[in-house]
């Protein structure tokens, strides 16, 4: 449970600075392209394994983070596409 209000606070941090106009502190501006380009990097640097679940996780936070409405809930979306596929 805790790793999912972590998840939470996070994707709402992400979802507030992109639909504020924030910045980083190089100057920046948070948008939705920025953050894809997040998600590109830190998937092509990661140690990808067969059978690994980035690529489900990177959809769960590009529907929950990148939208223009805010989801009520990550879980909503995360367990209605992809817990069916681990029963």
């Not at 504020?20 to 190089?26: F, G, N």
């Not at 690994?52 to 990148?66: C, K, S």
Request: charged share 30%.
């Amino acid at each position: 449970m805790e790793d999912a209000a972590t998840a939470e606070i996070s994707r709402s941090q992400i979802w507030q600075w992109i639909h504020q106009d924030r910045v980083t502190a190089e100057g920046t501006p948070i948008t939705r392209e920025y953050v894809e380009g997040l998600i590109e990097r830190v998937l092509a640097d990661a140690a990808r394994f067969d059978g690994d679940r980035f690529d489900a996780a990177a959809d769960v936070f590009r529907e929950v983070a990148l939208r223009d409405e805010f989801p009520a809930f990550l879980t909503n979306a995360a367990y209605s596409k992809y817990l069916v596929t681990l029963a």
